[in-house]
């Protein structure tokens, strides 16, 4: 797989598909190694996707040095350099679209059309949660939370109404394929 040194950090990119050009940024747990990649998809049939792993993830390097959202939209942009690219249409997944929206404010010239999904606007009016506070949670409190997270409507009320609906551990709870649980 290609990478490029953007900013100090090497950054592991992949290029695919055809069409119009797309950058896809994703979200934290975003990693090329994952199949299918987003290439792979309905949009490497349409477009010709860009996709990365971000600093920190997949097989990007991590800095050693503090870095802030700023950095995250310089990365995109000097992926944009590194193949070539002069704008593109631009999607972001979750984390990802917090940094597509910093790209199109920092570099408005390079992002043709901006598409967010799962996301906010990030600082105090729109943060993402916290999720280093579902660590020191129990598993059962932690499921509850986490899908309290997904849909505000599975509230206690409702999961106190929907017992056949709500797990009653979290062992019952469907894994990924190839999950294992966390020691």
Not at 121 to 143: D, N
Request: proline share 7%; net charge negative.
């Amino acid at each position: 797989m290609p990478t490029c040194v953007a900013n100090g950090v090497t950054l592991n990119y992949e290029l695919a598909g055809t069409g119009e050009r797309l950058l896809s940024i994703s979200g934290t747990g975003g990693d090329l190694r994952q199949n299918p990649g987003v290439a792979e998809g309905p949009l490497g049939q349409a477009f010709e996707v860009l996709s990365y792993d971000q600093r920190g993830l997949g097989q990007s390097s991590t800095p050693t040095w503090p870095y802030a959202m700023a950095d995250f939209a310089a990365d995109s942009a000097a992926l944009f350099d590194a193949v070539g690219w002069d704008d593109c249409l631009v999607i972001g997944v979750s984390f990802g679209g917090m940094v597509a929206q910093e790209l199109a404010i920092r570099h408005p010239e390079r992002v043709r059309r901006l598409v967010l999904a799962c996301t906010s606007a990030g600082g105090a009016g729109g943060a993402s949660f916290p999720l280093h506070e579902l660590v020191s949670l129990t598993p059962e409190e932690r499921v509850t939370r986490q899908i309290g997270l997904l849909d505000t409507r599975w509230d206690e009320a409702w999961r106190r109404d929907h017992p056949r609906w709500w797990p009653s551990s979290p062992s019952a709870c469907p894994r990924r394929r190839g999950s294992r649980p966390r020691a």
